[in-house]
């Protein structure tokens, strides 16, 4: 009898042990979409609802920007330590840089030519026209914080304004590392000991990803009853309809198409959007990279092939500069902007809008969460235009904005990571049943 039972437990255990290795993050983040879509149906008229969505995904998504401080800290500098020990500066730095500034030039280009094709104003709201350069304050508060965090000391400060920190943490951490080659017998310890740790945030990072979907369901559930509370978008679908078809066009036509001459066709890209599903949602979700970058690092190690040390610093490198999704969408909204208060563009003026924003979009990252409205306003600054305060209706869709920009941003960063991988030569193909 006892055996019997014992053998039934361990049918049991295996079932489940197998069940949990095929509940894949592409299946759990979809369907937290889903069970999030009908939450917010059900309680859409409930202010309490609300509330308390809104106050659990704000305190959830801080884990995503908590986890991501040690994984610049530890994994980071063993990272830059590993690549110089190697001398493969070179070879993973120029595709670095070179897909970063590919996309950031080419992706605006979709929106110029949309809006080119279907001119259209920003729809009107409560919020345009709002006294004051509302915008313009907290672009200037946003980057006087990250200034002031440079010089950060108190090491507690630093956990306190994590996503303002990013920054100078990145370029100790990147100082430390060059460091840290283990060219001697005394440094050899410390690098293995850096590795150890860096083991450890994988394991973290890989953790937070299997159960990040609890998150994605309260940040999609909160925006959802967001959206649904604001009620432009319901207001006006045909302006969202627009993002929703210029987002659709950048994520599965000029991206994938991007990543095949980068990788000369011999990568599948919508395997790689299919596999990065966690990190994707978690962006449109939070409206913020910042809480993909956990998720981004493990799904390209485990289930793109990765290498660590090639996951981590192309991970980090385009959450601060890779922000071709953010320079698109404030294309759209700066054209849009212009219009609604009466503006005329041709062909030159709308070049010069999505010059503008590419070029403000390397700065985006000054406040992570905000990126579109801040490359809009920036851009706008740029080509000296006045709006008087209009360009405060951003905010009124700003859940949807920066969701769709940090999307896309999150898309550049999951196929970067795989053009890095596949320039060096590192890249390996993963089985269907090792995949998180």
Do not use: C
């Not at 149906?41 to 305190?59: G, P, Q």
């Not at 919020?127 to 946003?142: L, M």
């Not at 507690?156 to 920190?165: D, E, G, P, Q, R």
């Amino acid at each position: 009898m006892v055996k019997r039972s014992t053998a039934i437990v361990l049918l049991t255990s295996n079932k489940s042990k197998h069940y949990n290795q095929n509940m894949k993050t592409w299946f759990t983040y979809i369907a937290s979409v889903l069970f999030a879509a009908a939450t917010a149906f059900l309680f859409a008229d409930y202010e309490i609802a609300s509330t308390t969505f809104s106050y659990a995904s704000t305190y959830l998504l801080r884990i995503g920007t908590l986890v991501t401080i040690p994984l610049v800290v530890f994994s980071l500098s063993s990272a830059i330590a590993s690549i110089r020990k190697d001398k493969l500066g070179e070879k993973v730095f120029f595709p670095l840089i070179t897909w970063t500034f590919v996309t950031s030039l080419l992706l605006p280009i979709v929106p110029a030519v949309f809006f080119y094709l279907y001119p259209s104003a920003f729809p009107v709201t409560s919020s345009a026209g709002s006294s004051g350069d509302i915008v313009g304050y907290y672009i200037n508060y946003a980057i006087d914080a990250n200034l002031n965090a440079l010089g950060v000391i108190n090491p507690f400060n630093v956990m306190a304004t994590a996503s303002s920190i990013i920054l100078p943490l990145v370029i100790l951490s990147w100082i430390f590392g060059l460091f840290l080659n283990p060219s001697s017998d005394t440094i050899r310890p410390a690098y293995a000991v850096m590795n150890s740790f860096s083991e450890i945030m994988h394991k973290i990072a890989r953790f937070y990803t299997v159960y990040g979907y609890i998150i994605a369901y309260f940040a999609f559930t909160d925006l959802f009853l967001s959206i649904y509370v604001e009620k432009t978008a319901l207001v006006v679908p045909g302006f969202i309809v627009m993002l929703l078809i210029i987002t659709a066009i950048i994520l599965f036509v000029l991206l994938p198409l991007l990543f095949a001459i980068f990788t000369k066709f011999k990568k599948n890209p919508y395997k790689v959007l299919a596999l990065s599903i966690s990190s994707l949602f978690m962006s449109l979700s939070s409206g913020n990279t910042l809480n993909a970058v956990a998720t981004n690092i493990a799904t390209s190690r485990l289930s793109l092939g990765v290498q660590k040390r090639n996951a981590v610093t192309s991970t980090f490198f385009y959450t601060l500069f890779a922000k071709g999704g953010s320079a698109a969408i404030g294309t759209f909204l700066t054209l849009t902007l212009i219009t609604a208060m009466g503006g005329i563009l041709d062909q030159s003026t709308i070049i010069f809008v999505a010059l503008a924003t590419t070029a403000s979009s390397f700065i985006s990252f000054s406040s992570f969460g905000m990126e579109s409205i801040i490359t809009t306003y920036v851009a706008l600054k740029l080509l000296n235009v006045d709006l008087y305060g209009a360009e405060s209706a951003l905010l009124s869709i700003s859940m949807i904005t920066n969701g769709l920009s940090s999307l896309i941003d999150s898309a550049i960063m999951a196929m970067g990571t795989k053009v890095v991988s596949v320039k060096t030569k590192t890249d390996i193909e993963v089985p269907y049943k090792d995949y998180i």
